[in-house]
């Protein structure tokens, strides 16, 4: 135990854990509208862009994160022309994006005499050699992502959900369209040293998805899901931390482990409140009693009725039958027999 408590107070974790943090924060902000856009994987795409932006960067001795940054951006903007100007459908822009990124980064790469090796720290991330600089640059990225998401929650929100309707209320869809896909193409960078570029989706999509088990409203989900991530990008990184010295446990691989985690807890969980939800709804009342039905307890516990007019309980239409509001569930006669619905 005291060795892994010093272990985290090595100047190399609490960067790690700094970088860890305000990833975990930002990535699944900008994740929401994706997800809300059905453009999930998006990230993956703008993930294979960076890469070529990566290898730029290494072979021209520039900073590889905003080499990664503009190509990011480039490429967003791209997907987004082709997308809005529908000169191809938006999974064949995608696929543009994961095969040309990916080929050029390598190609770039050879062709400055640059070993593909130094690729795979942007790959898989490599959180643990992150530097002060790194840090710093971020900690600022992902201000300015939470800044943006947060504040332009109601017009992002309006754009992703539904374009008519944003258009008809004087927004400006072209551009928060192309603000939405430059956020993107941010985020991936940010995450490029924590959870690798060909994990980056993950980080932004898992994180979401957890929080829409468990809340009903966007803005809700919006916080939940930067709450699920740093959580995950925290508790992923301790988790890689902990393992034995005798394991290599790569700690992007353990943030996103940790995600799966947190949404297989969340799923059941969701299910059983959408189920108590809609049990509890309200029900509009029928204009005009149904037809007295006998009802039979199955089990044969002597708790037999009629259910119509003055029964006590509840009738709920339900298609082209009447459901009965009865104990906290609802059930229909269908011929001999009833069903739960």
């Given at each position: 135990m005291n060795d892994y408590l010093d272990l985290l107070s090595m100047e190399f974790m609490v960067r790690a854990l700094l970088?860890?943090?305000?990833?975990?924060?930002?990535?699944?902000?900008?994740?929401?509208?994706?997800?809300?856009?059905?453009?999930?994987?998006?990230?993956?795409?703008l993930g294979h862009v960076a890469v070529t932006g990566v290898?730029?960067?290494?072979?021209?001795?520039?900073?590889?994160?905003?080499?990664?940054?503009?190509?990011?951006?480039?490429?967003?903007v791209a997907i987004e022309l082709i997308r809005e100007r529908g000169l191809s459908g938006g999974d064949v822009a995608l696929a543009l994006l994961f095969y040309?990124?990916?080929?050029?980064?390598?190609?770039?790469?050879?062709?400055?005499?640059?070993?593909?090796?130094?690729?795979?720290?942007?790959?898989?991330g490599s959180i643990t050699t992150i530097s002060w600089g790194d840090v710093l640059v971020t900690v600022i990225l992902a201000a300015v992502l939470l800044v943006l998401c947060v504040g332009l929650a109601p017009q992002l929100f309006a754009v992703a959900h539904d374009q008519e309707?944003?258009?008809?209320?004087?927004?400006?869809?072209?551009?928060?369209?192309?603000?939405?896909?430059i956020l993107a193409a941010i985020s991936v960078t940010v995450a490029m040293r924590t959870v690798g570029l060909l994990l980056v989706s993950a980080l932004m999509v898992i994180p979401v998805a957890t929080a829409q088990q468990v809340t009903s409203s966007f803005r809700r989900t919006l916080w939940m899901s930067m709450t699920v991530g740093m959580t995950a990008a925290v508790g992923g990184l301790l988790t890689a931390a902990g393992a034995p010295s005798?394991?290599?446990v790569a700690?992007?691989?353990s943030i996103v482990l940790v995600a799966l985690a947190i949404f297989?807890?969340?799923?059941?969980?969701?299910?059983?409140?959408?189920?108590?939800d809609r049990l509890n709804a309200p029900f509009p009342l029928l204009d005009e009693?149904?037809?007295?039905?006998?009802?039979?307890?199955p089990d044969d516990t002597g708790h037999t009725h009629l259910h119509g007019e003055d029964c006590g309980h509840r009738a709920v239409p339900h298609g082209d039958h009447v459901d009965y509001l009865h104990d906290g569930h609802r059930h229909a006669p269908h011929g001999e027999h009833y069903d739960e619905h």
């Open positions: 970088a860890a943090f305000f990833t975990g924060l930002a990535v699944p902000a900008v994740g929401t509208y994706m997800v809300q856009r059905r453009m999930s994987l998006m990230g993956d795409g290898a730029i960067g290494l072979v021209t001795s520039a900073s590889p994160t905003w080499t990664a940054v503009v190509a990011a951006i480039l490429g967003a040309g990124g990916l080929a050029g980064g390598i190609f770039v790469a050879g062709l400055g005499g640059q070993s593909t090796s130094k690729l795979q720290q942007y790959l898989f309707f944003a258009r008809v209320s004087g927004l400006n869809t072209r551009f928060y369209n192309l603000l939405v896909a005798s394991a290599d700690p992007g691989a297989l807890v969340a799923w059941p969980f969701g299910a059983w409140m959408r189920r108590r009693a149904p037809d007295a039905v006998p009802h039979t307890d």
